[in-house]
C-alpha cells in the first residue's frame, strides 16, 4: 500500500472519530465539545444491553482516554483512544495503561496487586501475590524488579492460568486432586464466565458425568481451561471436518482426525475433545454433531464467525416506524415475488381448473382428452390471452395470501419451537395447517372469481356475437357476499394439508438434503429446487379437495348435476365420475404448482440481495465471510469490547468495584515507546 493510500486512510478515520465525537459529546466550554464518561460509554458501546458487559466495565477504559485526568475528554483525547484501538495489540496496550499508574513504562509487584485488589471486589478469591509464579516475573521481596510492556504483557497471559490453579487449591483444602461440580462451576465462571454461552454456563455440573464418580478432577479443569484458550482452533478444525463431511455431521474421531491434519502438532487431548463434544451435543446424544451444536458452546459477544444472523453486527435497538417499514418491506418482497411465480405458472393453472370442471356424463361436454390437448384449444380458440383470463383477481390475491401465509408459518413455528431452536414434526404440522386455514378467509372470494373467469372461455360459443363475457366485477355482483364464500369449507380442506404438508417437507429439505446452515446458505438453484420439490407431494395428495373446491365454486350449466357442499359433492362425483376423478388435473396442479413456489421463493432472494433492507444483508455476509467493513463504518463498539478482553481475562469483574473505591488512573505514555 502506498504512502498516499495510507494518509488517504488515516484523513478518513480522522473523521470518522470527529463525527462520532461531535455526536455524542454533550459539554461545551469556551467554544469547544467535551465527553463526560456517560457520553464517552455511549460513544463506545452503542447498543449494548450491558447484560455479560456492565456498563462500568467500559467505562474503565475512560481512565485510559482521559490523559488530563480532568474527568471530560476533549477530541484531541477521544481521536488518541480510538487511534490505540486500532492497534494490533490494544489489548495489551489498555492493560498495561490502567496498571502503569505513574506513567513510568514500567509496572512494580505492588502497582500490579494495587490496580488487581481495588477491580476484583473483597467477595472475590484471593489472589496469594507471594506465589511462586509472580515471583518468576518480578522477583521476590528482597530482589524484585520492574516489568516493561512486553513482559508484563506476558505475564497477563499467564495469569489465567495461575488464578485457576489457585482457586482450585482454595476449594481443594484436603488435597485430594478433586473438588465438587458446583466448585467447578464457580472456578470457571470466575476465570472464563464472560467467554461462555448460558447453554455451557448452566450445565457446567455436568461434567462430572463424563468419567466415573461424582467430582471433577484437576485434569478436568485444565482440560476444560485450554479448549476455551485454543477455542478459535476449535472452531477451525469443527468447520474443516464439517466441510469434508457427507452429511455435515461430524463425530468425536472425524474431529481428532482433523486436529491431527490441520495442526503441526497435536493440539487436543482425547480428554479436551471429550468435552467439546460433551456440552455440545447436550441434546444430542447421538455422538453426531452439526455446526449448530457447536455453535452454543462459546458466548455470542466473543465469536469469531457467525451464521447469517451474525452477531458481529452490533445490534441496534429501532423505533415503531423501522419495524413498520422493515414489515411493509417483507410485504412488498412477498407480493413482487409471489405475482411473479403465479404469472409463470398461470396458463398451467387454468387448464387445470378446465379439466377439474369437465364433466364426463353430460354427452357432449368432453371437450378437452387431456391437459395438452386442452392447452392447444384454448389457445386456439381464444388466442394466447386467452390462458390468462382470471390473471388480474389472481394477482390481487397472491400478496395477502403469501404474507398471510408465511407470517402464521412464522409465527406458529415460533412458539412452538423450544428455546435450543428445535421442533417436532408435529409441530410444524400444525404451523403448516395454521398457515394454510388462515389465508382461505381473504383468498376464497378471490378464488372463485378466478375460477369463474378461467370457465367462462368455454362458453363464448353460446354467446351472442358481440356479446360481453362476464368480468370480475360482473360476476362479484351476482355472486354478493355469501356467494363469495362458496366453497370455503372445500378451501380450507384443501389449503390446511397442502401447507402441512409443503412448509415441513420444503424446511426438511432446505437442512438434510442441502444441509442449510451457519456456514451454508443456499444458492438460487437450491432454493429453487427445494421450493419446487416440496410443492410436489403437496399439491398432488390434495388434489381431490382441489376438485371438490372447483365444482362448489363453478357455477352448473344446464345437465350439469348441483352440489350441496363437501360431503354431496364427493358422493356424486364418485358415482358419476369413478375414483379417478378426483386426480383430474392432477398434474396440472404438480406442474403448476412446484414451479410456482420455486419461482417465488428465488424471486424472493433475488429481490433480498438485489435492495437489502438498511444494508442488513451485507453485513451478515460480511460477519459471514470473515470480511472487515470498510474505513467508513463506525466500529467503536467492535473495538471497544475487544479491548475489554485482557482486563476480563484478569478477572471476570474487572472495573465492577464498590462504589467508594478509587482506581487510579491510567499513564499517558505509550508503553510501546517504554
Not at 301 to 329: F, N
Not at 463 to 470: E, I, K, M, S, Y
Request: hydrophobic fraction near 40%; glycine fraction near 8%; charge should be positive.
Amino acid at each position: 500500500m502506498t504512502a498516499l493510500s495510507h494518509s488517504a486512510i488515516h484523513e478518513d478515520a480522522i473523521q470518522r472519530y470527529k463525527r462520532v465525537f461531535n455526536r455524542f459529546a454533550t459539554i461545551e466550554k469556551n467554544g469547544e465539545k467535551f465527553m463526560t464518561k456517560e457520553d464517552f460509554v455511549n460513544a463506545i458501546a452503542p447498543g449494548e444491553d450491558y447484560k455479560r458487559l456492565q456498563r462500568s466495565q467500559y467505562g474503565i477504559l475512560f481512565n485510559v482516554a482521559d490523559q488530563s485526568k480532568q474527568g471530560l475528554l476533549s477530541l484531541s483525547d477521544f481521536t488518541v483512544f480510538e487511534n490505540l484501538l486500532s492497534h494490533p495489540d490494544a489489548e495489551y496496550e489498555i492493560a498495561f495503561r490502567l496498571f502503569d499508574t505513574t506513567g513510568s513504562g514500567k509496572i512494580t509487584r505492588d502497582q500490579f496487586r494495587q490496580i488487581l485488589s481495588a477491580n476484583v471486589g473483597k467477595d472475590s478469591i484471593p489472589f496469594d501475590f507471594e506465589c511462586e509464579w509472580l515471583n518468576l516475573y518480578t522477583g521476590g521481596k528482597t530482589a524484585s524488579h520492574e516489568m516493561p510492556y512486553k513482559e508484563f504483557s506476558q505475564l497477563l497471559k499467564g495469569l489465567q492460568a495461575e488464578r485457576l490453579r489457585q482457586e482450585f487449591r482454595f476449594y481443594d483444602t484436603q488435597t485430594t486432586g478433586y473438588i465438587t461440580p458446583d466448585e467447578f462451576k464457580k472456578v470457571i465462571i470466575d476465570i472464563a464466565g464472560h467467554k461462555l454461552s448460558d447453554h455451557v454456563l448452566d450445565n457446567l455440573p455436568t461434567l462430572c458425568n463424563l468419567y466415573a464418580g461424582n467430582k471433577i478432577s484437576f485434569a478436568n479443569v485444565m482440560a476444560f481451561y485450554n479448549v476455551i484458550r485454543e477455542m478459535d482452533m476449535v472452531e477451525r478444525v469443527i468447520r474443516k471436518a464439517i466441510q469434508t463431511s457427507k452429511d455435515g455431521t461430524i463425530t468425536k474421531a472425524d474431529f481428532m482426525n482433523t486436529a491431527a491434519k490441520e495442526t503441526r502438532f497435536s493440539l487436543f487431548t482425547p480428554m479436551e475433545a471429550d468435552i467439546v463434544f460433551h456440552f455440545a451435543g447436550l441434546d444430542n446424544p447421538s455422538g453426531k454433531l452439526a455446526l449448530k451444536d457447536f455453535f452454543r458452546l462459546l458466548e455470542a459477544k466473543w465469536e469469531h464467525a457467525l451464521p447469517a444472523t451474525a452477531a458481529a453486527v452490533p445490534e441496534v435497538k429501532h423505533g415503531r416506524i423501522h419495524d413498520l417499514l422493515k414489515g411493509s418491506y417483507g410485504f412488498l418482497l412477498g407480493s413482487i415475488s409471489g405475482a411473479v411465480g403465479a404469472t409463470v405458472v398461470y396458463p398451467i393453472d387454468l387448464v387445470k381448473t378446465r379439466m377439474q370442471n369437465q364433466r364426463s356424463k353430460v354427452v357432449g361436454e368432453l371437450l378437452y382428452k387431456n391437459s395438452i390437448d386442452c392447452f392447444k384449444k384454448v389457445v386456439k380458440n381464444e388466442g394466447v390471452l386467452g390462458l390468462y383470463r382470471g390473471l388480474g383477481p389472481q394477482l390481487v390475491g397472491v400478496a395477502p395470501e403469501k404474507a398471510i401465509k408465511l407470517t402464521m408459518n412464522d409465527l406458529v413455528r415460533r412458539h412452538l419451537t423450544d428455546k435450543n431452536g428445535n421442533i417436532t414434526f408435529t409441530g410444524e404440522l400444525i404451523a403448516g395447517g395454521v398457515a394454510g386455514g388462515s389465508q382461505v378467509v381473504f383468498t376464497n372470494p378471490l378464488e372463485i372469481v378466478k375460477i369463474r373467469l378461467q370457465v367462462a372461455g368455454e362458453a363464448a360459443k353460446t354467446l351472442d356475437a358481440g356479446a360481453p363475457r362476464p368480468g370480475a366485477v360482473a360476476i362479484v355482483r351476482t355472486l354478493g357476499i355469501v356467494g363469495l364464500y362458496k366453497g370455503a369449507s372445500a378451501c380450507l380442506l384443501r389449503d390446511i394439508p397442502f401447507s402441512a404438508i409443503y412448509f415441513p417437507v420444503y424446511a426438511h429439505l432446505k437442512k438434510d438434503l442441502f444441509h442449510e446452515g451457519p456456514d451454508h446458505r443456499l444458492t438460487i438453484g437450491e432454493l429453487l429446487m427445494a421450493g419446487a420439490a416440496a410443492g410436489m407431494p403437496a399439491a398432488y395428495f390434495t388434489t381431490p379437495a382441489d376438485v371438490i373446491k372447483t365444482r362448489l365454486q363453478v357455477e352448473a350449466k344446464k345437465g350439469q348435476s348441483s352440489y350441496n357442499g363437501i360431503r354431496d359433492a364427493a358422493r356424486k362425483i364418485y358415482a358419476e365420475e369413478g375414483f379417478r376423478a378426483f386426480f383430474k388435473g392432477g398434474p396440472a396442479r404438480i406442474f403448476r404448482s412446484s414451479p410456482q413456489f420455486g419461482t417465488t421463493l428465488m424471486v424472493y432472494e433475488m429481490l433480498q440481495r438485489a435492495f437489502p433492507f438498511d444494508g442488513s444483508q451485507e453485513k451478515a455476509q460480511q460477519a459471514l465471510a470473515h470480511v472487515a467493513p470498510g474505513p467508513s463504518d463506525d466500529l467503536s463498539y467492535l473495538k471497544s469490547k475487544n479491548a475489554l478482553k485482557i482486563l476480563l481475562d484478569v478477572h471476570y469483574k474487572f472495573g465492577i468495584v464498590p462504589p467508594n473505591a478509587k482506581i487510579p488512573g491510567a499513564a499517558v505514555p505509550s508503553p510501546s515507546s517504554a
